[in-house]
């Protein structure tokens, strides 16, 4: 097994925003529902946190609180200065064009509130002993990396491709990501930024998504190889109809109603959906990580795929994934160590379906190369110089299209149009 590669927080000086994009790809959209109710006294908050318990957390914590492992959340921006969050986070930045240098402002209507909850129940430290809102991870490190949500300037695409390196870049052992592009694929930018993860052993996980909220079927990143998709149960072990999505890509449930979280100005709120079942695993996994700093990404997935409490005789299944976490288990449990990511690797996907992609239009090329040279001298384009190769002509519009029936017509044969799957291993 060899040894998880240790990774510095580096300072990071104000980052140039990029310049914004003549067509936004399409928005991102937080994957938690509305809040329930009004904001908690602060009083009661301590008490409200049933999952501490009921997936083994206080019990995993007699191992360990998750002491020196960070958790990047990718999301609306986190209020550092909130009393269960002091001292949280460690450092940070904006990939929107809209927060601060840091990522601590909160962004947008919906960002108000989001980031802080979702942060807080992954390493909230409480305003004391007993109150406030504690994280699965209570010393864990955050970084936050503040992004819009709706229409913005910068495509969220760019935005995640962004996040999610700088993430790495920067420390992170695990990225939390509460947050859903609302649809099953994504774009290839995503791929070198995934891939960035992974080949830097950093856990990543996604939430589900929320029917309730108008997703139906869980969609990217957590459609992605290799990523730890989390759904969402009820006070009672139950798949909630309202939040969380269905998709044979879950892995864990973790409670996702009747949550509470921080939000900016020092109150609490309760909630629901996936984006809060989703950092109550991310602080699961910083939990595992410190508790076996020795294993890689992959082992820390399988332990917490491995040791969850199977709701169905199959598994993983369609609705459960792999079943409830398990905090206590995942931290202590004897579990065979793996060769590689149980759910799945994004290099392989890349390498098969990139590939099978491209593959289509190559076959059409001598076809579109034909048509082109019926109506066009490449001559005006360039004379190649010695010892290189002749330069490809600039393909003019009109020629293309009263040129290339037939390369057209076999694009279409060949199947460019798919449907995103992601293989899982067992």
């Known amino acids: 097994m060899r040894a998880r590669p240790a990774r510095r927080l580096t300072a990071r000086p104000a980052a140039a925003l990029a310049a914004a994009l003549a067509v936004a790809a399409l928005a991102l959209v937080p994957a938690a529902a509305p809040p329930l109710t009004a904001p908690a006294a602060a009083d009661a908050v301590r008490d409200q946190q049933y999952w501490l318990d009921d997936y083994g957390i206080r019990e995993a914590w007699q191992v360990t609180r ?12 986190v209020d550092a200065s909130h009393p269960d969050l002091a001292g949280v986070v460690l450092g940070g930045t904006d990939v929107s064009g809209r ?9 947008g209507p919906v960002g108000i509130t989001h980031g802080t909850m979702v942060a807080s129940l992954a390493a909230g430290r409480g305003s004391g002993p007993a109150s406030g809102v504690i994280g699965a991870a209570p010393a864990a490190g955050i970084l936050s990396i503040s992004l819009a949500f709706g229409p913005t300037e910068r495509s969220g695409d760019d935005q995640i491709a962004e996040g999610v390196r700088w993430a790495v870049d920067n420390g992170a052992d695990i990225i939390s990501l509460s947050l859903t592009r609302n649809q099953l694929d994504w774009p290839a930018s995503w ?18 998504g929320n029917r309730g909220s108008g997703t139906e079927q869980v969609s990217a990143p957590a459609t992605m190889p290799g990523v730890l998709t989390v759904g969402g149960v009820d006070r009672f072990g139950r798949a909630s109809g309202d939040a969380s ?3 044979i890509t879950i892995g864990v449930m973790a409670p996702s109603e009747a ?14 959906g996936t984006s809060g079942a989703t950092p109550i695993v991310a602080g699961i996994a910083a939990l595992v990580r410190a508790a076996h700093p020795e294993l890689d990404a992959a082992n820390v997935v399988n332990r917490i795929i491995s040791t969850a409490r199977p709701v169905t005789a199959a598994v993983p299944d369609p609705l459960y994934g792999y079943g409830l976490v398990d905090a206590a288990a995942a931290v202590s449990a004897d579990v065979d160590p793996v060769a590689e990511n149980p759910l799945g690797s994004l290099a392989d ?41 002749p330069p490809e002509p600039i393909i003019p519009i009109a020629l293309i299209v009263t040129g290339v029936g037939t390369a057209l017509a076999t694009l279409a044969a060949a199947g460019v149009l798919r449907f995103v799957t992601r293989a899982r291993t067992e």
Do not use: C, K, Y
Request: hydrophobic letters at 50%.
């Open 66 to 77: 998750g002491e020196g492992v960070v958790i990047a959340i990718l999301d609306s921006g």
């Open 99 to 107: 927060g601060n240098a840091t990522g601590t402002l909160p962004l």
């Open 191 to 208: 791929d070198d930024a995934f891939l960035h993860a992974e080949r830097n052993d950093v856990v990543v996980i996604a939430a589900a």
């Open 245 to 247: 999505s269905q998709g």
């Open 259 to 272: 949550l509470i979280g921080a939000i900016p100005g020092g109150g609490h709120r309760f909630w629901q």
């Open 349 to 389: 996907w890349v390498a098969l379906n990139r590939r099978a992609e491209a593959e289509p239009l190559a076959a059409a090329l001598p076809e579109l190369r034909a048509a082109i040279g019926r109506h066009a001298d490449p001559a005006p384009f360039g004379m190649p110089t010695a010892g290189s190769a």
